[in-house]
């Protein structure tokens, strides 16, 4: 399949695979991106960039087709190194990269004049023309149902992606609860040049991931995310679980008072207990509606081999044969 995305990237599916703390590993994205997808490293799980410098290199003896680097500006305090992580995406060589987070205007000349393409995380149509105006190549449209950080509008991706196609000049890929092949031609349908999953790629043999995350997603059905943190504005959806119900219970006995030191045991530093240690209860991570569809542990090519026929089958069978 050819798409503007796919013309962008230089890949053969138009599958993107989006940044993952502690699961995006260069394991995670050689595999994604020798199915013919775009494997993305998530930057800030390397501690240091330097410590990225070497995942990159790592993903390089992996795979030689292309790959990217995913960089979420945080509203955190504590900022950690951007101008060192950026060098090191440039100095690798690493010509794709996925922004999330804060405005990423800054870094968008270094990154450009590199020859390094960069798309723009958003959760909004608003978000997404200001990605454009800023010289963003493309975006990913995360819709209300998507893994992560949905943002505070709550707009679905059935509404958002026609939106975002109604507005939006350069190529964007529907981010949030997709899974299939259905999905991915109801995406392009609704002007989508390509998709962005999480979520449904943590649930493959190659994912570097204790095996208790993966069956903790096979076991769960699309009622069991929940919301947290939406009274600092900082909203995520995750997996419920033991301390999500906990975190729950003190956002609502806490009101408008709560502060983010009251819920650092259920979010500060969980990642690696639950992703490398499998203490499934450790704290909230970030999940998507999108564990409903998902019920098998594929490797990644047989994934996306499975996506690109169901795709082919239903845009030549089923929707041919309505006209
Ligand atoms: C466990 C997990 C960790 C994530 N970490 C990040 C991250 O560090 N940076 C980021 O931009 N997005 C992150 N995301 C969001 C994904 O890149 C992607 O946008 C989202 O998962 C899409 O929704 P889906 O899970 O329904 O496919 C994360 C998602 C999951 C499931």
Redesign the pocket.
């Known amino acids: 399949m050819k798409t503007r995305i796919t013309e962008l990237f230089g890949i053969e599916h138009p599958i993107v695979q ?7 590993l260069a394991e995670m994205a050689a595999a994604v991106s020798n199915a013919g997808g775009l494997g ?1 490293i ?1 930057g ?2 390397q501690r240091t960039p330097e410590l990225l410098a070497k995942e990159i290199a790592r993903c390089k003896e992996m795979t030689d087709k292309p790959f990217g680097v ?1 960089l ?1 500006f945080l509203p955190a305090m504590n900022q950690p190194d951007y101008p060192g992580y950026v060098k090191a995406i440039i100095d690798s060589g690493v010509k794709a990269v ?1 922004t ?2 804060n405005n990423p205007a800054k870094w968008l000349p270094a990154l450009k004049e590199a020859g390094v393409k960069v798309i723009h ?1 958003c959760t909004s149509v608003r978000h997404s023309l200001k990605a454009e105006s800023i010289g963003c190549d493309a975006v ?1 449209v ?1 819709g209300f ?5 949905p943002g505070e509008d709550d707009v679905p991706n059935f509404i958002l992606l026609p939106r975002a196609a109604e507005e939006l000049k350069i190529p964007f890929v529907a ?5 299939n092949g259905k999905q991915l031609v109801a995406a392009l349908a609704m002007g989508a040049e390509g998709i ?5 790629f ?1 649930a493959t043999k190659e994912a570097p991931v204790h095996e208790n995350v993966k069956q903790a997603i096979l076991a769960a059905s699309e009622l069991d995310t929940r919301l947290v943190m939406r009274p600092l504005r900082n909203t995520e959806r995750v997996l419920n679980n033991v301390a999500v119900e906990r975190l729950l219970e003190k956002e609502k006995a806490l009101g408008a008072n709560l502060k983010f030191e009251d819920i650092i045991a259920e979010v500060g530093g969980v990642y690696p207990r639950i ?1 490398q240690d499998g203490e499934m209860d450790a704290g909230a ?6 564990v409903g569809l998902i019920h098998d542990i594929p490797t990644c090519k047989e994934l996306v081999d499975n996506i690109m026929a169901e795709a082919d089958a239903i845009i030549r069978g089923r929707l041919a044969q309505f006209l």
Do not use: P
């Open positions: 989006g940044g993952m703390h502690f699961v995006g993305i998530t800030l799980t995913n979420t996925e999330a987070g995380k990913s995360d149902e998507c893994g992560g950080h981010s949030g609860g997709v899974a962005n999953m999480g979520t449904r943590i992703m991570w970030s999940c998507g509606m999108v």
